[in-house]
C-alpha cells in the first residue's frame, strides 16, 4: 500500500499543488505555518474521510473559497485506486473511490490504512477521557466494520434517550416504559462494545509494551488500565439504578460512552508524574503499537504520518525510529521538518529511496 500522487484545491491553507511520490519516504521541508502539517492532514483525510486537527470539515476550507478537493492515487495490491474527498459550503461532503460516491462514509474505514504520530497527540494524555475513548474506538474501527456500525447506532440511540430525558423535564412529565425501550436497545450494543474493547486491549498491550521497551531500553514500565462500570454491573442494571440521577441532569450518566484509558508508568498516572521525555516515549509506542497492530490484522503496512516530531525528540528516540526503517518495520513514511539539511540527514541514514519537497 502506498500514495502514488496527491492534488489538494483550496485545502486550508493550500490553493492549488499536486505531488508525485516515492513509494518508501517522502518529506515536506519548510518554516512554519507554510503548510507542512496541512499537507499530512490532506493523507489522513482520504483515510478516515475526516480532518486528524479539524472535526468541523467547513473549517478545512481555504479562506474566501467554496469548496475543497483532495485527490489521490494510490497503490493497494498491485491496483490503482483512486479516492477523492470534497466539500463544498452548505453541501454534504463527498467520498469517492474509483469515482463511485460512498453512500456513508463509515464504509470506508479501515480500506486505507494509516497512522499518524503528531506533537498533538499529547491530548491523549493531557484532555479529557472522550479525547482517549476516540483514539481506543478508532483503532478497532479501522479493521472491525461491526464495531463501527455498533458504535454509530449506540451513539444515535444515545443522542435520543439524552433528548428524551431533556423533554421529560421540559413538560413535567417522565414515562419509564419509553425510556426502558432504549435501555433494552442500547444494552446489547453496549455491552458488545465493551467486550471488543476488552479483547482488543488484552491483545493491544503487549504490543504497546514492546515497542516503549525498544525505545527507552526497559526504562520504566508502563500499563494501560481499561476503566469501565460495566466490569461492576450489567449496562440494563447500570441504567436502571442511574434512572434517578440522569432525570435529575437530564442526560445519560452511565454507559460505554463513560470509559476510560489510563495511561500509567511505574504505576502511576503518567499525566501527573511522567517527565516531558516519558510522555513522548509513551505516545510513540501507543501510536508505533497502532501501526503494528493494524499492520498484523490487515496484512498491509500501513501509511505512516510523522508530523514535526523530529523537532520534539533527542537523537536517541530519532536513532531508534531510524533503526525500525532500516529494518523494514514501516511502509511508506511522510515526514514534516522545518530543517531541510537535518531531514535529509535522517533519511540518507536510513539507505532508503526517498523524495523531499521543499515548501
Given at each position: ?236 442494571t447500570l441504567f436502571k439504578e442511574s434512572t434517578y440521577k440522569d432525570k435529575v441532569i437530564q442526560y445519560t450518566s452511565t454507559g ?93 541514514s536510513t539507505h532508503q529511496s526517498y523524495a523531499i519537497f521543499q515548501l
Amino acid at each position: 500500500m502506498y500514495l502514488k500522487q496527491l492534488t489538494l484545491l483550496n485545502y486550508k491553507n493550500i490553493s492549488d499543488k499536486s505531488f508525485e511520490f516515492d513509494e518508501k519516504i517522502n518529506c515536506f521541508v519548510g518554516k512554519n505555518g507554510i503548510g507542512k502539517t496541512n499537507i499530512l492532514d490532506a493523507i489522513y483525510h482520504l483515510s478516515y474521510g475526516k480532518s486528524y486537527f479539524n472535526p468541523l470539515s467547513v473549517q478545512n476550507i481555504k479562506h474566501d473559497e467554496d469548496f475543497f478537493l483532495i485527490d489521490a492515487t494510490f497503490t493497494k495490491k498491485e491496483r490503482e485506486e483512486k479516492i477523492a474527498c470534497s466539500l463544498k459550503r452548505g453541501q454534504k461532503k463527498i467520498l469517492k473511490r474509483n469515482n463511485k460516491i460512498y453512500d456513508r462514509l463509515s464504509d470506508h474505514i479501515g480500506f486505507i490504512p494509516l497512522v499518524i504520530i503528531s506533537p498533538s497527540d499529547t491530548n491523549l494524555i493531557s484532555e479529557g477521557s472522550d479525547i482517549r475513548r476516540k483514539f481506543l474506538d478508532s483503532v478497532i474501527a479501522t479493521l472491525d466494520s461491526t464495531y463501527l456500525n455498533a458504535l454509530i447506532q449506540y451513539n444515535k440511540l444515545l443522542t435520543q434517550r439524552n433528548a428524551l430525558l431533556k423533554y421529560f423535564a421540559l413538560n413535567h412529565a417522565f414515562d419509564n416504559e419509553t425510556l426502558l425501550v432504549y435501555n433494552e436497545q442500547l444494552a446489547p450494543l453496549g455491552t458488545s462494545i465493551f467486550e471488543k474493547r476488552k479483547q482488543f486491549l488484552e491483545n493491544f498491550i503487549p504490543i504497546f509494551q514492546k515497542y516503549h521497551s525498544h525505545i527507552t531500553d526497559n526504562a520504566e514500565k508502563v500499563q494501560l488500565v481499561y476503566q469501565s462500570a460495566l466490569f461492576e454491573k450489567d449496562l440494563l442494571t447500570l441504567f436502571k439504578e442511574s434512572t434517578y440521577k440522569d432525570k435529575v441532569i437530564q442526560y445519560t450518566s452511565t454507559g460505554i460512552q463513560k470509559d476510560d484509558l489510563i495511561f500509567e508508568i511505574d504505576g502511576f498516572p503518567i499525566k501527573k508524574f511522567g517527565s516531558q521525555g516519558q510522555q513522548k516515549s509513551f505516545l510513540i509506542a501507543l501510536k508505533l503499537a497502532q501501526f503494528e497492530f493494524i499492520k498484523q490484522k490487515s496484512g498491509e503496512l500501513p501509511i505512516l504520518l510523522f508530523d514535526d516530531i523530529f523537532d520534539k525528540l533527542d537523537e536517541t528516540r530519532v536513532e531508534k525510529i531510524v533503526t525500525m526503517v532500516n529494518n523494514a518495520v514501516f511502509g511508506q513514511i511522510f515526514i514534516s521538518d522545518t530543517h531541510a539539511k537535518r531531514t535529509e540527514e535522517i533519511i540518507k541514514s536510513t539507505h532508503q529511496s526517498y523524495a523531499i519537497f521543499q515548501l
